[in-house]
């Protein structure tokens, strides 16, 4: 129930082109929704987030789309750049009973922009 | 500093070993969460902190494992007897509010491999 689902594992796409990577969940709990971008040798960094009152958030290139019901969410890379290329996090996150916030991820997605 | 920083950051360790991994967060940042990332899949929830207080210790694998923050500030995350299972990245984050729904700032990990 605390599971984040996300695809695809790998992704390519040409230089300019769009980039999309999906994530579903299950626990209704869970009320926000972080995107983090990994390279190698480097911890996820915090791309772009978003709570579930709100259907769609866009920061420069980067748009979440949320859909409640469904309980999915993805975020969409346009222009992909070859320095988009790393490893992609969906997130999900809630209050635990203890007090203390969790955050699970999801496996993450490889993305490959080929110039 | 200007980011959250981990020490050492490989540690080869032999089997039935003990190892102590060091995470300095960012100034005044009240969360501090533990994460194990295996190679090639997304960060796993170990612990997390609150100032001093350790409020949830439900992801630490085994009674090997052990964290403490005992200024609210610096933490350590010890694992005795290491096993070859225990090999993974292991990743720091913190957050500046006590539930960390502002997202995490990450370390870029110690890698641990035990041989």
């Known amino acids: 129930q605390q599971q984040v689902k996300q695809s695809p594992q790998s992704l390519i796409v040409q230089k300019g082109g769009i980039s999309i990577i999906n994530c579903a969940y299950e626990?209704?709990?869970?009320?926000?929704f972080p995107w983090y971008q990994q390279f190698p040798g480097k911890g996820p960094a915090l791309l772009i987030a978003?709570?579930?009152?709100?259907s769609e958030k866009k920061e420069g290139r980067f748009t979440i789309s949320f859909n409640k019901s469904a309980k999915q969410f993805s975020l969409h890379i346009m222009d992909s750049q070859p320095g988009d290329s790393a490893t992609y996090f969906c997130?999900?996150?809630?209050?635990?009973?203890?007090?203390?916030?969790?955050?699970?991820f999801g496996a993450g997605t490889r993305l490959f922009v080929k110039a | 500093g200007a980011g959250v920083s981990q020490s050492p950051r490989y540690k080869v360790a032999k089997r039935g070993q003990d190892v102590a991994l060091r995470c300095d967060p960012i100034?005044?940042?009240?969360?501090l969460f533990w994460y194990q990332q295996a190679l090639g899949q997304g960060p796993e929830f170990l612990t997390y902190?609150?100032?001093?207080?350790?409020?949830?210790k439900s992801g630490l694998p085994s009674d090997r494992f052990f964290a403490e923050r005992p200024e609210g500030s610096v933490s350590t995350l010890k694992i005795q007897r290491t096993q070859q299972e225990d090999s993974a990245v292991y990743l720091c984050a913190s957050s500046f509010g006590q539930t960390g729904s502002y997202g995490y700032t990450f370390g870029s990990g110690t890698r641990l491999t035990v041989v």
């Open positions: 997130a999900a996150s809630f209050l635990g009973n203890t007090g203390g916030f969790k955050t699970i």
């Open positions: 978003i709570r579930p009152d709100v």
């Open positions: 100034s005044g940042h009240v969360s």
């Open positions: 626990n209704t709990a869970f009320d926000y």
């Open positions: 902190f609150q100032n001093e207080a350790q409020l949830d």
